[in-house]
Each structure stands twice: as structure tokens, then as C-alpha cells.
């Protein structure tokens, strides 16, 4: 599903991504940890060209973008389609209902007729537990419930793979389970494709079918999460495992 070969991103002088190949296969949940700093959400933001990466190539779904010649914006929206993006800050729209927001993209984008666009929004917030707070403004709901809002807006774009930057990172601590259960069930019930940028632990041990540990703008580990979590070849893996352990 994802084929990345030899990806850089700088900016300016300052070199943030330093060669990432990596292969992902469809269906697959790939959890990215690390330090602060380490490139992890410029990694995924470039997965979502949101940042144009300086060298190499992405593939996703048998679509290539080569990086070396610029990039039209056509080119930009079309490959963005193939993924969809969960924020650590939700990004709803304050004046538009939990219904609403999720409608949005595909009448805007996708030219999806308004009706249609409802029936599914309603049917992405039931499955993500929020069947009856569909007529909510974001100023009604929880974090929680707002970022799961976020992940129904996201899958109402049909994207190829789903990417989530630091999904729980602005929840209470109490409302953190029911996001990682919506993200549990998609990734068993739905074997949606996809990267996580995370410090949760837990999660990255009970959902993830590879952990990747970055560091410096590389990547410096991986492993299933048996093999990183008990048995970590690198000591800079070791280290930091240590330190959030």
C-alpha cells in the first residue's frame, strides 16, 4: 500500500528527514515512537504532502510523486485523497455540527450530493459512538468526542490510509481510551491501513503489526512490538524505552 524510497525533507539548512525507505503492506498498523524532534510528524505530514518533501518518492496505492522536480498543486490534492489525517487538535469547524463537519469534504471535494454526504456522516459517527451527538457543536462535546468526530471526518474521504498524529496527546487521561478503542476497531474490524504517531504505549503493543522507532530524522529500529519492547537491538532504543517505561 505504502512504498517510500530514500525520503528527505529540509528546511532551510536544517535537514529533518534524512532517508526513509519503508514498505507497508495493506491493512498493516505501523506505529512511529521516538523523541521529540526525532521527524516522526514531518514524516507523516509529508505522507500527506502537507510538508512537499525536498528528495525521493512516495507511493501509496500504486500512485507514484517523485520529489526531485516541483510539484503542481493538482498533483498535491489528488495524492492527498489517498489519505486521510487525524490532527492532535481536532481542526473541527466551530460553527458546523459533529453531521457537518463530517460532510463537508466529500460535498466540497468529492462533489458528493448533500444527502447522500448526511446518510454517511451519520452512519461514520455510529460506528465511532457518537450516533446521538450528530446535531453537537464541537463546543458540546468532549476532547474525546470531538477527535472522534475528526476520525469519522477523515474516513468520510474513503482514503487509502489513514494517518493520526499524536491522536490523544491534548485528551484527559480519562478520555483517551475511547479514542484508541475507535482506532482498535478499525484497525481489526475494517484492516484500514495505517501510520501512528503515538507515545501510547499500550497501544503501539496490543494494535501495531510493526514499531518503528525514529531518532535524528532516521529510522533507527524496527521490530514487532515484541521484538522492540523486550528486545530492542539498538541502545538508543534502549534508552528511550527506558525513560517512558
Known amino acids: 500500500m505504502i512504498n517510500i524510497k530514500n525520503l528527505h525533507k529540509s528546511f532551510g539548512d536544517l535537514e529533518v528527514l534524512k532517508?526513509?525507505?519503508?514498505?507497508?503492506?495493506?491493512?498493516?498498523?505501523?506505529?512511529?515512537?521516538?523523541?521529540?524532534?526525532?521527524?516522526?510528524?514531518t514524516f507523516l505530514r509529508c505522507l500527506n504532502l502537507l510538508e512537499?518533501?525536498?528528495?525521493?518518492?512516495?507511493?501509496?496505492?500504486?500512485?507514484?510523486?517523485?520529489?526531485?522536480?516541483?510539484?503542481?498543486?493538482?498533483?498535491?490534492?489528488?495524492?492527498?485523497?489517498?489519505?486521510?489525517?487525524?490532527?492532535?487538535?481536532?481542526?473541527?469547524?466551530?460553527?458546523?455540527?459533529?453531521?457537518?463537519?463530517?460532510?463537508?469534504?466529500p460535498i466540497i471535494v468529492k462533489n458528493i450530493p448533500k444527502q447522500k454526504a448526511k446518510e454517511t456522516a451519520k452512519?461514520?459517527?455510529?460506528?465511532?459512538?457518537?450516533?446521538?451527538?450528530?446535531?453537537?457543536?464541537?463546543f458540546q462535546l468532549s476532547g474525546g468526542q470531538q477527535q472522534r468526530v475528526g476520525i469519522a471526518r477523515a474516513l468520510a474521504m474513503e482514503p487509502k490510509v489513514m494517518l493520526f498524529d499524536e491522536p490523544t496527546s491534548a485528551l484527559d487521561p480519562e478520555l483517551v481510551g475511547d479514542v484508541l478503542q475507535v482506532m482498535k476497531d478499525l484497525a481489526k474490524e475494517e484492516r484500514m491501513t495505517m501510520v501512528v504517531v503515538t507515545h501510547e504505549m499500550r497501544f503501539a503493543r496490543e494494535v501495531a503489526d510493526e514499531v518503528i522507532f525514529m531518532d535524528e530524522g532516521k529510522i533507527m529500529e524496527r521490530g514487532t512490538p515484541e521484538q522492540i519492547f523486550t528486545n530492542p537491538k539498538e541502545e538508543r532504543t534502549r534508552r528511550f524505552l527506558n525513560m517512558i517505561q
Open 123 to 138: 452512519a461514520l459517527l455510529t460506528k465511532v459512538g457518537l450516533g446521538d451527538k450528530i446535531d453537537f457543536y464541537p
Open 19 to 41: 532517508g526513509i525507505d519503508l514498505e507497508v503492506e495493506q491493512g498493516k498498523v505501523i506505529v512511529l515512537i521516538g523523541p521529540s524532534g526525532s521527524g516522526k510528524t
Open 52 to 105: 512537499v518533501p525536498t528528495d525521493g518518492t512516495i507511493e501509496i496505492d500504486q500512485k507514484l510523486m517523485e520529489f526531485k522536480k516541483t510539484v503542481s498543486k493538482r498533483s498535491i490534492t489528488s495524492f492527498r485523497s489517498l489519505t486521510g489525517m487525524v490532527f492532535q487538535n481536532y481542526n473541527l469547524f466551530p460553527h458546523k455540527t459533529a453531521v457537518e463537519n463530517v460532510m463537508e469534504g
